[in-house]
């Protein structure tokens, strides 16, 4: 009874500072600016079918896709068994499927020991990519001590948690053996019975490993559901929603700002009179609220997996720029302005912008608009557009491009290319041979 | 031997409308290895007898190169403009010789009042060897020659288009090899984006020589490109490489013309 209160009490207090956190995310996600990316909802659900519940794009990479699909499958699987055993928790059951689901219950027991091994195999994989091959795709400036130990405590936790509930397991089938107390035949287990040799055959101790083992499986997994907001291990819940949420536009086509138009328009035709005068607080990016929601969302939907960088032509070459720093900034940005309504109320003004406090210019210039990290991304983030917004704040606010840069407008400007050609000879071409 | 490249101009002058115009770009215009390529895709078009026009000295411009570098004030100032003309002329359907070009005028165009529909000309080059008007024969054999092609940025991720330029070298008596970073994980020339304009950040290596790092790595002996910029980022890697000799970048027309004679 005291312990179904405990479980009851912890349960409802990780719920409730799980949707806090989540909500705060949200919240934050939100202070970006509108862009409509209802439409086509046909499309919309077909691609979040393919790239997120499918995870198309992860195969690009066999062997990190195959590992990765374990610990998916296994995620999404062994929480029907998280199910029971809140429901357990809740109402003292033991085991309260087994009964209802006849021998169907051994098949699903069996089918989670097999995929928590897997899971575990997989996490322990990950594990020496990271530490002991070193892979390159997990280094670079912005995989600095916080992002690395970030990925290491998850693969930790999840090793940990697999194998806690597997201990639990082979307990349980030695009891069963034992026909103690209320353990009664349920479930089979391919893989913990083969662990079971080295557990005490003392049914007491048995009985108190498998209660220990019960609790730090499932106060583990509310641990870890509260980290989820403070970790890049959110993509398991914005994946979803962040793919959903694709451009679908070709990818090479830039969306034209519409407050430009109106201003052109009226520059070429004084007649013009502008339906509405929507002109905004400033052109571009300097700071994440520039921004829209879509980007924020990408920005706490990354995972940090560093395929983007990997692929990045400028990366590639040793050039400041890459493009899962892009993204990590700017989630490490709309975070701190959060926190600073939280701390400070709404109209408060830190002094910080996203451009120079975290991206530099240098990095912006670097990019080749090549699309490659937007390509690469396995959940459709586009690193590409906030640089480009980016830039459009430096260009047209602050009139600081390159001046090689600023040479090319003018050469526009003035003669309609972006060399310094005259109009006149632009046909010369179908004279010469 | 002049073209005899007609103008929509002319043409109106005439009360002639073309079939298709033919949107050269600031590339094809101006710079001398890009204008042989202009020069090749208006043979290619004279060839097969297609009606088609150039702007002449109205071209301007698409804005692409400003709104990459985030100038969307010049971009829409020049996009209006361009939709002005092509309008006025009452252009239907456009072949462009360049990849950003064909993406500016497909996808960016139609939001500010112009709709055409649009090809790049490795997508004409493509239709026109289905239908059986372009084979390779009667000029110029590749017979034993590595060719490998490279995807522009634009083209290729921006816009989807990787078996049309492939097509116009499988019908080559020659094999195809690919690199390693090919279609949608194709390695930038390096130029995308304005770099064409500027000089590139500091770094340790210049995007281009990477490029044909790849490209030597394989034993090639052409580099084919479907973009003009691609074609000077592609040439100079490999003058930096001392390569001239053995490595040739040739566009998907030239080749195409080189290989019918024309």
Same mark, same amino acid.
């Given at each position: 009874m005291i312990s179904q209160l405990i479980f009851i009490l912890l349960l409802a207090a990780a719920i409730y500072l799980f949707v806090k956190n989540a909500g705060k995310i949200r919240r934050n996600i939100l202070l970006g600016k509108a862009v409509d990316r209802s439409d086509r909802r046909a499309e919309r659900w077909a691609i979040m079918a393919k790239v997120?519940?499918?995870?198309?794009?992860?195969?690009?990479?066999p062997l990190a896709a195959v590992m990765h699909f374990f610990i998916y499958v296994g995620f999404i699987i062994i929480n029907l068994e998280v199910l029971e055993i809140m429901i357990d928790g809740i109402f003292g059951s033991h085991r309260i499927f087994s009964k209802p689901l006849g021998s169907l219950y051994g098949l699903l027991i069996g089918g989670f020991e097999i995929l928590a091994i897997l899971v575990l195999l997989a996490c322990v994989t990950f594990l020496a990519r990271r530490n002991i091959a070193r892979l390159k795709r997990f280094s670079g400036t912005e995989m600095t001590a916080w992002p690395k130990s970030d990925a290491n405590y998850i693969l930790l936790i999840e090793i940990c948690l697999m194998a806690a509930f597997l201990t639990m397991n082979a307990a349980d089938y030695k009891l069963q053996a034992l026909h103690f107390?209320?353990?009664?035949?349920?479930g089979s287990f391919p893989v913990s019975s083969l662990i079971a040799s080295i557990l005490s055959n003392n049914p007491i101790t048995l009985a108190i490993t498998e209660r220990a083992c019960w609790w730090f499986h499932i106060v583990g997994i509310l641990a870890f559901l509260n980290y989820l907001p403070y970790s890049k291990h959110f993509h398991i819940l914005l994946a979803f929603p962040n793919v959903w949420y694709s451009n679908l536009e070709p990818k090479g086509e830039f969306t034209n700002m519409t407050s430009v138009t109106t201003e052109v328009k009226a520059m070429l035709d004084p007649s013009f009179v502008p339906e509405t005068s929507d002109v905004p607080a400033r052109f571009g990016a300097k700071d994440v609220t520039d921004l829209t929601w879509k980007n924020l969302m990408e920005a706490y939907t990354c995972t940090e997996c560093g395929r983007c960088t990997s692929v990045c032509p400028a990366n590639i070459t040793g050039?400041?720029?890459s493009p899962r720093k892009i993204m990590m900034d700017t989630r490490d940005r709309i975070t701190e302005v959060g926190n600073n309504i939280d701390q400070h109320g709404k109209d408060y003004n830190d002094g910080k912008a996203l451009l120079d406090n975290y991206i530099t210019r240098e990095e912006l210039w670097a $990019?080749?608009? $090549?699309n490659a990290c937007v390509e690469a991304c396995p959940v459709n983030i586009n690193p590409l557009e906030i640089i480009t917004e980016m830039r459009r704040y430096v260009v047209m606010e602050e009139s600081q491009a390159p001046s090689s840069l600023n040479n090319m407008f003018g050469n526009v400007e003035n003669n309609g290319a972006p060399w310094k050609y005259s109009n006149a000879d632009r046909f010369n071409w179908a004279d010469k041979e | 031997m002049s073209l005899a490249v007609p103008t929509m101009a002319q043409m109106l002058a005439e009360g002639k409308e073309p079939e298709i115009l033919f949107w050269v770009g600031c590339a094809g215009s101006f710079d001398e290895r890009a204008q042989k390529i202009t020069r090749d895709i208006c043979k290619i078009l004279q060839h097969v007898g297609i009606s088609y026009a150039v702007l002449g000295t109205e071209e301007s411009c698409t804005g692409d190169p400003a709104k990459r570098a985030g100038n969307e004030f010049l971009f829409q100032m020049q996009a209006m403009t361009n939709i002005e003309v092509l309008n006025a002329y009452n252009v239907k359907k456009i072949v462009t010789g360049c990849p950003h070009c064909f993406n500016t005028i497909k996808n960016e165009y139609p939001g500010l009042g112009g709709d055409y529909e649009v090809i790049h000309h490795s997508q004409l080059i493509q239709q026109l060897i289905d239908e059986g008007k372009?084979?390779?024969?009667?000029g110029e054999s590749f017979n034993g020659k590595r060719i490998t092609y490279h995807d522009p940025c634009y083209l290729g991720r921006g816009n989807g288009i990787y078996e049309a330029p492939r097509r116009a070298l499988e019908i080559l008596d020659t094999e195809l090899v690919e690199m390693k970073r090919c279609k949608s994980n194709g390695l930038c020339c390096g130029a995308g984006g304005a770099q064409m304009f500027k000089e590139p950040e500091k770094g340790n290596k210049d995007i281009n020589m990477e490029r044909i790092d790849e490209v030597i790595s394989i034993n090639a002996q052409i580099v084919a490109a479907a973009c003009p910029f691609c074609m000077t980022m592609l040439s100079d890697g490999v003058k930096n490489h001392d390569k001239e000799q053995e490595i040739k970048v040739l566009d998907i027309a030239e080749i195409t013309v080189r290989a019918n004679g024309l």
């Open positions: 997120a519940l499918g995870q198309t794009k992860m195969t690009k990479r107390d209320h353990y009664i035949k349920a050039k400041l720029l $990019c080749t608009s $090549c | 372009l084979k390779a024969e009667g």
